[in-house]
């Protein structure tokens, strides 16, 4: 299920990522991030739809699967989950996304070991790619979201 970063949930999820791009000049961004938890790891899913110079809106959806074993393998799951909704909005018509990949292509880090395999995947499927540190959707929106720091108004 998605929702708004208000608690709304989208039954919609196509729908709603065609009324938030109506009027042209938006750019429709895609990220996931988790948080792996004792037994689990929650991810998290963003897509953001910027409207430059009025801001943008965000939609999100949290998934539980079991821990991962390894770093490539949180990694590639995140990509792949990324991958699915560009994929399902693609076929609905709505394209020209941007995939962000939190990995990060500095060589002091090790997920900088998986950036040319990442990057090929989201380039392989026909999107656009961005990785650390210009993909903000995955490495701050959703990371946010699937650390709980996102609080809603009351």
């Given at each position: 299920?998605?929702?708004?970063?208000?608690?709304?949930?989208?039954?919609?999820?196509?729908a709603?990522?065609?009324?938030?791009?109506?009027?042209?000049?938006?750019?429709?961004?895609?990220?996931?991030?988790?948080?792996?938890?004792?037994?689990?790891?929650?991810?998290v899913?963003?897509i953001?739809?910027?409207?430059?110079?009025?801001g943008?809106?965000?939609?999100?959806?949290?998934?539980?699967?079991?821990?991962?074993?390894?770093?490539?393998?949180?990694?590639?799951?995140?990509?792949?989950?990324?991958?699915?909704?560009?994929?399902?909005?693609?076929?609905?018509?709505?394209?020209?996304?941007?995939?962000?990949?939190?990995?990060?292509?500095?060589?002091?880090?090790?997920?900088?070991?998986?950036?040319?395999?990442l990057?090929?995947?989201?380039?392989?499927?026909?999107?656009?790619?961005?990785?650390?540190?210009?993909?903000?959707?995955?490495?701050?929106?959703?990371?946010?979201?699937?650390?709980?720091?996102?609080?809603?108004?009351?």
């Open positions: 299920m998605w929702h708004t970063l208000s608690g709304d949930s989208v039954p919609d999820i196509t709603a990522v065609r009324a938030l791009c109506a009027g042209g000049g938006k750019t429709l961004h895609i990220g996931t991030d988790s948080k792996q938890r004792a037994l689990n790891a929650d991810y899913t963003v953001a739809v910027l409207d430059p110079g009025c943008g809106r965000v939609l999100y959806r949290r998934q539980r699967a079991p821990r991962s074993r390894s770093l490539a393998e949180k990694l590639f799951r995140e990509v792949n989950l990324s991958l699915e909704v560009a994929a399902l909005l693609q076929e609905q018509g709505i394209d020209a996304a941007t995939v962000h990949v939190d990995a990060n292509s500095d060589a002091q880090h090790e997920s900088s070991r998986f950036v040319g395999a990057s090929g995947m989201v380039v392989g499927h026909g999107f656009r790619v961005r990785i650390k540190p210009e993909a903000w959707c995955a490495t701050h929106v959703a990371d946010s979201i699937a650390k709980d720091e996102i609080h809603r108004a009351a």
